[in-house]
């Protein structure tokens, strides 16, 4: 079974950092997974132009290309999948809604987009992402995947080892503070400001 089918995204699976088999390359199933994995965004959208399609299937490895590009620190790819994801839209309207209710309505009203489209586990892959560049310290990115999130979503805790290798649940300010990532931890800091004065 591969991991992207069934998990809510590799950083909350192993807690933190991701072992390199999760993301060990055997092929390509699309070019745009090359255009990915070479972080060659002008390639990437050449591809759109001649008609691929950007979907939660990508995936470098057992890794979602969301993910990889998060670890990676390829915001410009991080972003393009995003924007151009056949279930973008959808996903803008899921991460503006912050009641767990108000989403639940808006998936049973769209369950074709979110279950067999698979919007569902593509906004999993959006908070995998953005956890993801907190681990791995990649600012550019916390700020890009920040800016799709909903309110409620960086404050959710997650469980992450601690120095000492036992887990304990942070929110996303918690972990990058936690992990001594300052320039990620200064991001969301104010971000969580001007959200709170809006």
Not at 5 to 24: A, L, N, T
Not at 32 to 52: C, I, M, S
Request: charged share 25%.
């Amino acid at each position: 079974m591969k991991l992207i089918q069934y998990m809510p995204g590799c950083v909350f699976e192993f807690y933190g950092r991701i072992p390199e088999s999760i993301y060990q390359l055997e092929s390509f199933n699309s070019p745009l997974e090359e255009a990915v994995y070479n972080n060659d965004a002008g390639q990437f959208r050449n591809l759109l132009e001649k008609g691929h399609t950007v979907n939660i299937r990508l995936r470098i490895g057992q890794m979602s290309c969301l993910e990889y590009a998060a670890m990676k620190g390829f915001t410009e790819i991080l972003e393009t999948l995003a924007d151009a994801s056949v279930c973008a839209q959808m996903l803008r309207q899921y991460f503006s809604l912050d009641d767990v209710v108000e989403r639940a309505y808006l998936m049973s009203k769209n369950k074709g987009v979110f279950f067999e489209q698979e919007a569902l586990m593509e906004a999993n892959r959006y908070l995998a992402a953005f956890y993801t560049a907190i681990v791995y310290d990649r600012p550019k990115c916390v700020e890009s995947m920040l800016r799709r999130l909903g309110l409620r979503d960086p404050l959710t805790r997650h469980s992450f080892y601690t120095a000492d290798k036992t887990v304990e649940s942070l929110a996303a300010s918690e972990l990058a503070r936690h992990l001594g990532h300052q320039e990620c931890y200064r991001i969301i800091q104010k971000w969580q400001q001007s959200a709170v004065e809006t």
